[in-house]
């Protein structure tokens, strides 16, 4: 594996792509930009490894290991058998193929899917198969074939720690954008009324203590030719998490929720930053301490079922908020403007809607109340 440079680019929650793009600027991705579904820019190898290990808020990181012009499938075929696979790929490796096509002569993803896999196979002695952890994504465009590869495997967001998923959960690379989206850097606690599996809190807590979200899983991109593990521990084990003075709160009336926060918290490694109690919103109460960020991905109705109740919820948030926490910023993700609007809390203009399961929902940010 060469440590040439090629593009990278960065799959994005649709809607968060500026503020990923904000984020890999921060981790010192020079010259990330953003592009249609993502964010991309120049690097090596080891900077698809750091990507992976160390930004929150991608999908996935795919590496854009090389283009050629092809009009019709014959041209497809040809050029596809002298593209240099092994430079990447180790003879009898599984991988599957995946081809998207739009705006050219070859129309017919799975007929170049089938060309493709037949220059692997015949040239490069790599196994075809649909259950294959390794993805070749090949997109068509304007007559432009792109070869990538997934780096990461399974997405971004599963940091290898969460077994407890509530209802209607939060990813976590989504989680870690709002969080950003609401200022947060790590400097202050956080807290989360309505916490389900603790996404928010556990997210909160591992950015404090500078923990690496990559740190405990594994990545496809360690099935390469050339990987490097002596490099790739180095690298992962070059992270210096701390112990901040800070505690995050996580509170839900549901006693199965908060057992299963506090064990996600426990296989995270931040319990000790990181307190869970069942209440409810009425309960709420102000943690010692100075001010932060309350945190809130609330239930709205087309996630949960009927909304009318939910009004009145809302508004008793608003009004627990405005009592109680004076100097804490709150952000709240709905669906539903008019949910939002029953908390009667002084919300910024809204940004741009974000796709969550199926649904678009928006970030409602205040300043310090």
Known sequence: ??????????????????????????????????????????????????????????????????????????????????????????????????????????????????????????????????????????????????VSVDSTGESLHKRGHKEFVGKAPMRETMASLFLRQCGYRGTEPVLDPMCGSGTFVIEAAEIAAGRLPGRTRSFAFEELTGFDPAAWEALRSAGKPTAPDLLFHGSDRDDGAIRGAIANAERAGVTDLCRFTRAPVADLQRPEGPPGLVMINPPYGARIGNKKPLFALHNALGQVLKARFTGWRVGIITSDGGLAKATGLPFLPTGAPVAHGGLKVKLYRTKPL
Request: aromatic share 8%; hydrophobic share 45%.
């Open 1 to 146: 594996m060469n440590t040439d440079n090629f593009e990278i680019y960065l799959v994005a929650t649709p809607g968060l792509e500026s503020v990923l793009c904000e984020e890999a600027l921060e981790r010192g991705f020079d010259g990330a930009r953003i592009e249609e579904g993502g964010v991309a820019f120049e690097g090596g190898w080891p900077d698809v490894w750091r990507a992976n290990l160390e930004l929150r808020g991608a999908t996935r990181v795919l590496a854009r290991i090389g283009a050629f012009r092809a009009f019709h499938l014959a041209q497809l075929d040809k050029r596809s058998r002298k593209f240099p696979w092994s430079d990447f790929l180790q003879r009898g490796q599984a991988a599957r193929v995946e081809v998207t096509s739009k705006r050219s002569k070859i129309y017919h993803a799975g007929a170049a899917a089938q060309r493709i896999e037949r220059a692997l196979t015949e040239e490069a002695g790599v196994e075809i198969s649909a259950e294959a952890t390794l993805r070749l994504l090949v997109r068509i465009d304007d007559n432009l074939v792109t």
